[in-house]
């Protein structure tokens, strides 16, 4: 069993914290170690870190280096260009020697859960019901109709693996309408695809020359240097989701194991405030939550659902706040409600067009 | 004709931009000039610089005279320490060389007035006003129940003077009740105290002698030096309206002229926010306003009612914000709702009780 982190997401929704210099996976957002390390921790002791890989671009080599000591230099697999997942999915599958009935655990390097020994049971329930060559992903119970989210619906009764449900999948959705989202979620048999998966390599390899055989072809010229970098020119750039689970659940080749262990994408601030402060008030604490870097300190007076996230080196105060976000760096302040929190992207943009690239 | 221009505020109210280093008139709030420029500026022609006189704290002199080179340094009254405004008009009576009968104008350092002709035609007739001895007070008209402005309550028949009328003053009333304010509103005879007096000199010096003679004979001892500071330290710390105007309007010695010249006294955040949309919504613009600083910038994505003050040098980007206040320094940033501007004197009496005296 094997685990491959898939650390290529830009994540400029948490602009102005994550920035092309230093991506989301890269932050401490949620605590004292960054997502990357915290994903890598938290599959011990079912996967060591030496059977920990990485993909990533090449440009955060240095990065990965300074924050993964435990894992081997050589398991950092170096994408040219991010060609979104379904690419970096089938360079791993390529490019890692690993025998083939091997289990492949492919996971975001960005995303938090709570529950880790929760998790891990399901990657170890997960791997049981991919022995037989089934895809597997993990799914968590939808608790609003995000559009903003893969859903993935059930069928028929679960089978029992090491004491959790797993269910066959009758098929993925792409994000839904709010409507739309409202009547699967009412159905009962809806996840939301969290975006984790656990095959074999040879069933991920026979998933893909049968859905998304241009992807392995595009790859087939070389997997180095200025090989790979004529591949990832030519391969499309598409969701492992698209490319092979979606054609793949409608020929009933791919089974759900739901989670229910405190996953949040970290999508947004909002997500973001939103994890936070449900650990806060489970723990008897606030809802101003967030995290004072080096020199900096925050005082609130008589805020509520606040996140603070002070990383400019300065105090930051707040009054009687609600619903808010405040993201001090140096060279950028992010003030933004909650619940406009995807329209971060719009400021991210409108830098971009103005070329004010030291602050994306 | 002569003003005194008292530069003696605080404006805690306005942190992180006011500091003890450089208090609230000294700074360009409401554009390019400060508060202290405007002050002197809009006087003219009515008041020659020649004949503005200042009376600040001693710590403040080079800032004075840097903001101020149009008014001769000789201008400027030192108080050894802030003791409230009745010992700083009682300084500037006696210290001031004027003839006996000339017309003194007392006016704070830090309000703003837009209609700037108006007001200087209401100081004129004040001055016409002001010449039978009487003291004289511009008053406002209450457009809210506020609790924290002091209340002139006007009565009988105006006289018409310069086209303007002016009403003997039943009583000054300091910061009352809310259900008091209204109440005062209601009775249509209550303006604000916008605490602007004009005054004879020789009637100020009697009214001085009649309500409050303890606090000339304490200034009694000189008016300079170490004489001074040990004046000041015995001096009762009161206001002028409450030393002078309350007792003396109770024998009929007070007269009101009342003006609508966009007078604020910009008292709190929520203060300058209102000012400036108000502002901005006349001139057919946003309800977002505010000021970027040298090397600041700011993006804003659908906010209403936001004031957004960029003195920090950084990019300030705003989302979906209402009713806020967001003040930028370089070494301290406040995020505010606009209806608990009051409790921004929380943050610095937090500050000042763990003696960070550096961002007071």
Redesign the interface.
Same mark, same amino acid.
């Not at 300065?314 to 009687?320: I, K, M, P, Q, S």
């Not at 140096?330 to 409600?337: G, H």
């Given at each position: 069993m094997y685990a491959v982190i898939l650390a290529g997401g830009g994540g400029t929704r948490l602009w102005?914290l994550s920035r092309v210099a230093r991506p989301k996976p890269f932050l401490a957002l949620t605590g004292d170690e960054t997502l990357l390390q915290a994903t890598v921790a938290r599959l011990q002791p079912l996967i060591d870190p030496a059977d920990v890989y990485l993909v990533a671009d090449g440009r955060y080599a240095g990065l990965v280096k300074e924050q993964l000591r435990v894992v081997p230099e050589a398991n950092l697999v170096t994408e040219p260009v991010g060609r979104n997942t379904a690419a970096a999915v089938a360079l791993a599958a390529l490019s890692i020697e690993r025998p083939s009935d091997d289990v492949m655990v492919v996971l975001p390097a960005d995303h938090r859960i709570t529950d880790v020994a929760g998790f891990r049971d399901a990657l170890a329930a997960a791997a049981e019901v991919a022995a037989d060559g089934s895809l597997v992903a993990l799914g968590t119970e939808p608790d609003a109709p995000a559009t903003g989210y893969g859903y993935i619906l059930a069928q028929g009764k679960p089978r029992v693996v090491g004491g959790m449900p797993a269910f066959s999948v009758e098929r993925f959705l792409e994000k839904p309408s709010e409507e739309r989202a409202r009547e699967l979620i009412e159905g009962g048999r809806a996840h939301w695809n969290a975006g984790i998966f656990v095959w074999r390599r040879d069933a991920l390899l026979e998933g893909l020359a049968r859905y998304a055989p241009d992807i392995l072809e595009a790859l087939g010229g070389g997997l180095e240097g200025s090989d790979l970098g004529a591949a990832y020119a030519e391969v499309r750039a598409t969701s492992i989701d698209y490319a092979l689970l979606e054609p793949a659940s409608l020929e009933g080749r791919v089974a759900v194991v739901p989670i229910a262990v405190g996953w949040s994408d970290l999508g947004s601030w909002a997500a973001l405030l939103e994890a936070l402060t449900a650990d806060a008030l489970a723990q008897g604490g606030s809802s101003v939550v967030g995290h004072a870097g080096d020199g900096a300190t925050t005082?609130d007076?008589?805020s509520t659902d606040l996140l603070v996230h002070a990383a400019?080196g300065?105090?930051?105060?707040?009054?009687?706040?609600?619903g +808010?976000v !405040?993201i001090?760096t140096?060279? $950028? +302040?992010? !003030?933004?409600?909650a619940?406009? $929190?995807q329209? !971060?992207k719009?400021?991210v943009d409108?830098?971009a067009a103005e070329g004010?690239r030291d602050?994306l």
């Open positions: 102005p005082i007076i008589d400019g300065r105090l930051v105060a707040t009054v009687g706040l609600e +808010l !405040v001090d140096p060279d $950028a +302040l992010l !003030v933004c409600a619940d406009r $929190a329209d !971060v719009r400021v409108r830098l004010q602050r």
